[in-house]
């Protein structure tokens, strides 16, 4: 799929693809960059070296590029390197600084990795700070070991922000994952959520999505926190938008209420959340 910066570019390609033209690996690579920064970051530009993969020459060119077929594929190879090679050379860079433990979190970073935050995922390959699977409790006290951070421990109510984004719905063990998210949080503390809307084609594309989300998916965290056993915090809900799909828009536009668009498939794309912790009667962290 053709970034939103790279579109200005799609008649060239249009026009590449009509001439059957053949592309060589530095013009390919020139198109790469535009994709990936619009043309603006003349630094990155000139850092061929970065881009300049074997296994990526070696699969996509012998010299020249056969067919234009293989722009987005290679264009998507060196999108995934460059977020490899960044964040090593991020998580380098401050190992030697040694960096202060941020205080918000980024749950299930995976490639929406964060250099302010401290990333938690459970997938090595996208390099967060910490590997921890979210089905399974928050291990406080434990050592854990970041690149960034060093040795560090984990403790309840220490946190000012958690960020969850397209994550939830990969979740196995939400129930799980929500207590680790309010013991992290400090009372007061913000829980920033989006998930796709459950009548979203979004929703069930994805193979790896578990559950889908309404309006409705909330108060098991806030007003009926008791049914999980949560008697020293809970959740308030403090805002639920959410995020019309093109679709929606042209039914928003010819009079349709939002109460009528939660109940029409394919209206509404997307919920952002957010969640405040709060504790419950007279307990202190």
């Known amino acids: 799929r053709l970034s939103d910066e790279g579109y200005h570019h799609f008649e060239t390609i249009k026009k590449i693809r009509e001439n059957n033209y053949q592309l060589s690996f530095n013009e390919l690579q020139n198109i790469a960059f535009d994709y990936l920064n619009d043309g603006n970051n003349t630094e990155l530009q000139k850092n061929y070296d970065l881009f300049n993969i074997p296994e990526v020459r070696l699969k996509y060119t012998s010299n020249r590029v056969s067919y234009v077929d293989n722009i987005e594929g290679f264009i998507s190879e060196l999108c995934r390197e460059?977020?490899?090679v960044s964040h090593q050379a991020t998580v380098e860079s401050n190992r030697i600084q040694?960096?202060?433990l941020p205080t918000v979190v980024n749950l299930g970073s995976g490639k929406d990795?964060?250099?302010d935050y401290l990333n938690i995922d459970c997938n090595a390959t996208w390099n967060p700070d910490l590997v921890l699977d979210l089905n399974q409790p928050i291990p406080f006290g434990k050592q854990l070991t970041s690149q960034r951070f060093g040795e560090?421990?984990?403790s309840e109510n220490s946190f000012e922000t958690l960020i969850a984004f397209d994550v939830?719905?990969?979740?196995?063990?939400?129930?799980t994952a929500m207590t680790s998210?309010?013991?992290l949080l400090k009372p007061g503390g913000k829980f920033v959520i989006q998930v796709p809307y459950e009548l979203s084609l979004g929703a069930w594309q994805d193979?790896?999505?578990?559950?889908a989300f309404n309006e409705n998916s909330w108060i098991y965290y806030t007003d009926w926190c008791w049914y999980l056993g949560w008697d020293e915090a809970r959740f308030d809900l403090e805002s639920l938008t959410f995020v019309l799909s093109e679709y929606g828009d042209d039914l928003h536009r010819q009079g349709m209420e939002l109460k009528q668009l939660k109940r029409q498939p394919r209206a509404i794309d997307i919920m952002k959340v957010v969640l405040c912790k709060r504790l419950v009667g007279n307990k202190t962290p």
């Open 82 to 84: 460059y977020t490899r």
């Open 98 to 100: 040694q960096l202060p």
């Open 113 to 115: 990795w964060r250099t």
């Open 152 to 154: 560090i421990r984990l």
């Open 168 to 175: 939830l719905e990969h979740i196995t063990d939400l129930t």
């Open 181 to 183: 998210a309010l013991k």
């Open 207 to 211: 193979p790896t999505h578990v559950r």
